[in-house]
């Protein structure tokens, strides 16, 4: 059994980022993305339609079919009916996506054309990209790029353009939700516009700490930008609603993310589902990630329930809960299952910075530790402070509190917070599934294979080496999985060992190598692409919170290149192989033969089975796979910009303290 509790987590992410010593780079350029010179275009999918035009929930009238709690054995209707518009809706990208992998002997226009009418046929992708604060953000903004055929020069020699237009399912987790919902809160911005942002605009500007506040008109201090965020936080306790660090952290973080006024408190995550775009299903469906804690409890172990957030639903498919209520609805005083008959709907409590915030809640431990070691801090400031974290604290509040309990007396027999007035979520990666795989490897979403994304810091110096691989496979091996597959992942020493955490590996390839019983079907593909120096050193800290526009880009290059092996220079078949990847499984299901090339990619990146556990040797310090080694400092660089974080968290929490007294 895995177990994870906010002191270990603090002790491992809070480690000295070092300089990894580099080795005899490949002498290729790296990846460039361009610098198109044009701003956001502000029509956002999520809306600012919370009714009370603000953070804050506000009581509506219920629709005449009053919203329920429905049991989780299967998708929701509304999925089911987006499903159908979206498959369809991947066709033709998926056709020129393949085409440009022109596999040898193998005519993929006619094979999609040829499955495409029973979709149950039709390759189904996900891609999930972990937590890790704006590490994972960086570096999975990386990968998207990559992905999206909008990216310019995503579409050439090489590369794997249109692997985002080809896909169905969109899952982030801590800092990896943050990157999904800034892309559907911006008009499914490309990663170029985001990360070009726009003149009076402080979305992705990384430069200033969200502690210190951003650099916009009618802010002009920190003290003044955290009395706005402590304002709208009131609003919502005003309404009776409890409130949690996660507010405050998710309100902060809006400044960045959201690029509206204020951060936009008014946006919600179910408004999503109300865009043209997004109801037409022209766009994937995106999904965030947490875990649920117990009242009182601090140790967040494999059997903490998974909840999943979408634009239609919030729940658990674990048998523990085994239920999702409407999204929209969120904040509603549900009983059983039902909101009573003298009841009235709740809606704005689907805030998206709250909810990204809750994927996000170990972030909460960051702002409640002890800063009193930071130098040069009056001591009135730090008491006022650390007053202030510990009300907080004291009542529970360091993490993010759903009251009234969406699952108040819902499957009491299974359910551990079935009669608690509150349900408490924390940050998704905290049961060590670090990357959002538990949404996409869900039987009813017949999911072909996920492209997981890996940015997080199992090691001393923040690479990943499979922890939250083989903790999602630990979990499938118990009860709470519920029946549900995982394919088999090998320990951590393995990875490290083997170089699988050095490059990518798809774990599952056979099909054959599963017994099924009634009822279970075969798991996605798992296509892993973890964190790797190819081009600069993409190991910063998960508390590292302010980064020099620079060192942003270099991340974001690294994140691109891991996607496309360095353009195809590390490997000339790459494309080939993602896309033998996309089809493995529709081949296998229609008694296709597998192309050539598609067997020889197999060869080199499906995991054999092979072990090799001895502890390792030093520590992990892997070199530069391609690019210019001078990269080696942006490390330091982000250590030297975290400098003067202390101070404005501590000017920062002196605005709440102002606004609560």
Same mark, same amino acid.
């Given at each position: 059994m895995h177990i994870l509790d906010y002191s270990t987590t603090l002790a491992a992410l809070l480690l000295t980022t070092a300089n990894l010593a580099s080795a005899e780079p490949i002498p290729v350029p790296a990846?460039?993305?361009?610098?198109?010179?044009?701003?956001?275009?502000?029509?956002?999918?999520?809306?600012?339609?919370?009714?009370?035009?603000?953070?804050?929930?506000?009581?509506?009238?219920?629709p005449r079919n009053k919203p329920t709690v429905r049991l989780a054995d299967g998708i929701s209707k509304q999925e089911e009916d987006w499903l159908g518009k979206r498959r369809k809706e991947t066709v033709k990208p998926m056709i020129d996506f393949l085409k440009r992998a022109n596999l040898e002997g193998f005519d993929a226009e006619a094979y999609i054309n040829r499955v495409a009418p029973d979709v149950k046929d039709l390759p189904n992708v996900g891609i999930a990209v972990s937590g890790g604060g704006y590490r994972a953000l960086m570096n999975g903004a990386g990968f998207v790029a990559a992905a999206d055929s909008r990216t310019t020069g995503a579409?050439?020699?090489?590369?794997?353009?249109?692997?985002?237009?080809?896909?169905?399912?969109?899952?982030?987790?801590?800092?990896? #939700?943050?990157?999904?919902?800034?892309? %559907?809160?911006?008009?499914?911005?490309?990663?170029?516009?985001?990360?070009?942002? *726009?003149? #009076?605009?402080?979305?992705?500007?990384?430069?200033?700490?969200?502690?210190?506040?951003?650099?916009?008109?009618?802010?002009?201090?920190?003290?003044?930008?955290?009395?706005?965020?402590?304002?709208?936080?009131?609003?919502?306790?005003?309404? #009776?609603?409890?409130?949690?660090?996660?507010?405050?952290?998710? *309100?902060?973080?809006?400044?960045?993310?959201?690029?509206?006024?204020?951060?936009?408190?008014? %946006?919600?995550?179910?408004?999503?589902?109300?865009?043209?775009?997004?109801?037409?299903? *022209?766009?994937?469906?995106?999904?965030?990630?947490?875990?649920?804690? %117990?009242?009182?409890? *601090?140790?967040?172990?494999?059997?903490?329930?998974?909840?999943?957030?979408?634009?239609?639903?919030? #729940?658990?498919?674990?048998?523990?809960?085994?239920?999702?209520?409407?999204?929209? %609805?969120?904040?509603?005083?549900?009983?059983?299952?039902?909101?009573?008959?003298?009841?009235?709907?709740?809606?704005?409590?689907?805030?998206?910075?709250?909810?990204?915030?809750?994927?996000?809640?170990?972030?909460?431990?960051?702002?409640?530790?002890?800063?009193?070691?930071?130098?040069?801090?009056?001591?009135?400031?730090?008491?006022?402070?650390?007053?202030?974290?510990?009300?907080?604290?004291?009542?529970?509040?360091d993490i993010a509190q759903y009251e009234p309990n969406p699952f108040l007396g819902w499957n009491n027999a299974t359910n551990p917070s079935a009669q608690k007035i509150e349900l408490d979520l924390v940050d998704g990666g905290l049961d060590l599934q670090n990357i959002p795989l538990h949404p996409l490897i869900q039987p009813f979403r017949h999911v072909d294979v996920i492209f997981a994304v890996d940015s997080s810091a199992d090691t001393t110096h923040n690479w990943p080496n499979g922890t939250a691989l083989r903790a999602s496979w630990d979990r499938s091996q118990g009860a709470i999985a519920n029946g549900t597959l995982f394919p088999p992942v090998p320990d951590q020493n393995t990875f490290i060992n083997l170089g699988l955490n050095n490059r990518p590996t798809f774990f599952g390839c056979d099909v054959n190598n599963f017994t099924l019983e009634a009822g279970q079907k075969v798991p996605p593909l798992l296509v892993y692409i973890p964190n790797a120096p190819y081009s600069a050193n993409s190991n910063v800290s998960t508390f590292t919170s302010s980064y020099p526009e620079s060192q942003r880009n270099e991340i974001i290059t690294n994140g691109y290149n891991a996607a496309t092996q360095g353009n195809g220079t590390l490997d000339g078949e790459w494309n080939k192989c993602v896309a033998c990847a996309v089809l493995s499984r529709s081949l296998a299901r229609t008694g296709t033969g597998v192309p050539g090339e598609c067997g020889r990619c197999f060869e080199r990146y499906c995991w054999d089975g092979r072990l090799d556990t001895k502890a390792v040797e030093g520590e992990y310090e892997p070199g530069f796979r391609v690019g210019d080694a001078s990269t080696k400092d942006s490390a330091a660089a982000g250590r030297a910009a975290v400098m003067g974080t202390g101070m404005g968290l501590v000017v920062g929490l002196l605005g709440v303290v102002v606004m609560m007294l």
């Open positions: 990846v460039q993305l361009s610098q198109p010179n044009h701003d956001l275009i502000l029509s956002p999918r999520a809306r600012p339609n919370a009714p009370s035009g603000g953070y804050a929930p506000q009581e509506v009238n219920c579409t050439g020699e090489g590369q794997i353009g249109g692997l985002l237009q080809s896909s169905t399912y969109l899952a982030g987790l801590s800092g990896g #939700g943050w990157l999904v919902s800034s892309i %559907y809160t911006n008009n499914f911005s490309t990663v170029e516009t985001l990360r070009n942002g *726009r003149e #009076g605009s402080s979305i992705w500007k990384f430069d200033r700490s969200i502690f210190i506040g951003p650099n916009l008109p009618g802010i002009f201090d920190t003290t003044r930008y955290w009395s706005r965020v402590a304002r709208q936080v009131a609003a919502k306790a005003d309404a #009776g609603f409890e409130t949690s660090i996660t507010d405050y952290w998710g *309100r902060a973080l809006g400044y960045q993310l959201i690029d509206a006024e204020d951060g936009g408190p008014a %946006y919600t995550f179910s408004s999503i589902a109300l865009d043209d775009e997004f109801s037409a299903a *022209r766009t994937p469906f995106p999904i965030l990630v947490a875990n649920g804690r %117990y009242p009182g409890e *601090r140790i967040i172990s494999l059997n903490a329930t998974v909840y999943e957030f979408n634009p239609y639903e919030m #729940g658990s498919y674990d048998p523990t809960t085994y239920g999702f209520v409407p999204m929209e %609805y969120l904040g509603s005083n549900f009983s059983q299952g039902v909101i009573p008959s003298s009841g009235k709907c709740v809606k704005g409590f689907d805030s998206v910075s709250y909810i990204y915030g809750t994927s996000s809640s170990l972030f909460n431990a960051f702002m409640l530790q002890n800063i009193s070691s930071v130098e040069g801090v009056p001591t009135f400031l730090l008491n006022a402070a650390n007053a202030t974290l510990n009300i907080l604290d004291s009542n529970e509040n």
